[in-house]
Every structure is written in C-alpha cells, then in structure tokens.
C-alpha cells in the first residue's frame, strides 16, 4: 500500500529500464493516474502508447528523461490527458485479463475501486 501513496503524491512516474517483460509497476502507476514516462522494451509497447498514455524515452538518456519532465511539468494540462489516457489503458486491460485485474484490486486502497 505505501507505493500507492507514493503515487498519489508524484506527478510523474520514470521508468528507464533496459530490459522488461512489462513491468506491473506501470500497471500500477497507471490505475493511481499517474504519468509515465518511460523506455519502450520488452513488452511495454504492446500496451503503452507513446505520446497518449506515457511519454517515450530511448534507453540510457538522461537528457532525454531530464526535458521530458521538463517539458510535461511545464503543461499540467498536457499530463492530465497523459493520466487520464494511462488510466483507460490499464481498465482496458485489466477487463481483457481478469487475473491481472485480481492481482491489481487486491492491492489497491478500497476508495480506488
């Protein structure tokens, strides 16, 4: 529960990962309405959609993560279409996998639901 309210605190999210399968910690982000900037690996875009519901960084660049926060804390509503968009994809999928949905409902404070 504390990451929770930890996204609920964060504006952004930043993953730079270099290698994933797709990381529940998106899923997670996701459903807290929280923007995601991130690396596309693994099989994040399969479900992530650069520029509607995350922000796309190629790997090992800092400067590339340091002027996308730039840029989005610069445009609150720009990151609100950004959270609202993440939060269709991730009710999109959670209706498509109930499993995930389970795991995902199980963790999440009551008031979410």
Same mark, same amino acid.
């Given at each position: 529960?504390?990451?929770?309210?930890?996204?609920?605190?964060?504006?952004?999210?930043?993953?730079?990962?270099?290698?994933?399968?797709?990381?529940?910690?998106?899923?997670?982000?996701?459903?807290?309405?929280? &923007?995601?900037?991130?690396?596309?690996?693994?099989?994040?875009?399969?479900?992530?959609?650069?520029?509607?519901?995350?922000?796309?960084?190629?790997?090992?660049?800092?400067?590339?993560?340091?002027?996308?926060?730039?840029?989005?804390?610069?445009?609150?509503?720009?990151?609100?279409?950004?959270?609202?968009?993440?939060?269709?994809?991730?009710?999109? &999928?959670?209706?498509?996998?109930?499993?995930?949905?389970?795991? &995902?409902?199980?963790?999440?404070?009551?008031?979410?639901?």
């Amino acid at each position: 529960m504390a990451l929770y309210a930890e996204f609920e605190k964060a504006d952004l999210f930043v993953l730079p990962t270099h290698h994933e399968g797709f990381p529940r910690v998106l899923y997670e982000a996701m459903i807290k309405s929280t &923007v995601i900037i991130t690396t596309f690996v693994g099989g994040i875009p399969g479900v992530m959609r650069a520029g509607v519901d995350c922000i796309e960084i190629p790997c090992k660049n800092s400067t590339a993560i340091a002027d996308a926060v730039e840029s989005l804390t610069a445009d609150r509503p720009r990151m609100q279409e950004l959270a609202a968009a993440a939060m269709r994809t991730v009710l999109g &999928v959670l209706d498509r996998h109930p499993t995930h949905l389970d795991a &995902v409902v199980q963790r999440i404070p009551e008031q979410v639901c």
